[in-house]
């Protein structure tokens, strides 16, 4: 999430990539290491990408407040504990709580998970989203640098077979245009 904090007038940590490709029977998530303040790096090798769930069959990235991604992969695990691993019922309920939970509805983040066979992204407005292109090829990306990642994925797509490469790539893509973005990248594969 890329907030200058105007309205609050204080520094907001800035922006990063995240990016979830789902292709040839593999998903992948990648991401940047940076946090930023203002115009500064403070960490440029944070981990942003994780693998959660029992097993870690379930792998997320998140941008935004740290605390608060970290809070709401919390609130996913115990989701898909009480819904014994199934992804999209534990998002839908995670995201039920996240709009309507006084405390959860002020949590600023986005977030991309996966398992082997969903890939979604989950927003503080209580949307679940699942990216368009079916069974053959799903792209979606958050965070500052997203839309260069989702350009670039979307562009190298159509040549490329792996989906980790195609991640990696487009991540190269968003660090070199994204300055709050950089190329110390964090992949998870199911």
Excluded at 15 to 27: A, L, M
Excluded at 32 to 58: F, H, L
Excluded at 127 to 149: K, M, R, W
Aim: hydrophobic residues 40%.
């Amino acid at each position: 999430m890329n907030n200058d904090g105007a309205s609050h007038g204080l520094i907001q940590w800035h922006g990063t990539t995240i990016i979830g490709v789902r292709k040839g029977g593999k998903t992948v998530i990648a991401g940047d290491g940076q946090v930023s303040m203002g115009n500064t790096v403070m960490k440029p090798n944070a981990r942003k990408v994780r693998r959660i769930g029992e097993g870690g069959k379930v792998i997320g990235g998140f941008a935004g407040a740290t605390a608060d991604a970290f809070t709401l992969f919390e609130r996913l695990e115990r989701k898909l504990e009480q819904y014994r691993g199934q992804l999209m019922r534990a998002a839908v309920e995670l995201a039920k709580d996240w709009r309507t939970d006084k405390y959860l509805r002020n949590l600023e983040a986005l977030m991309i998970v996966a398992d082997a066979e969903t890939l979604l992204v989950l927003t503080g407005n209580g949307d679940v989203l699942e990216p368009e292109g079916g069974t053959d090829s799903q792209i979606t990306a958050i965070g500052s640098g997203g839309n260069y990642a989702l350009a670039a994925a979307r562009a190298i797509d159509g040549y490329e077979e792996d989906a980790e490469q195609i991640a990696r790539k487009a991540m190269r893509v968003a660090a070199d245009i994204c300055v709050f973005t950089n190329d110390r990248v964090t992949v998870e594969t199911v």
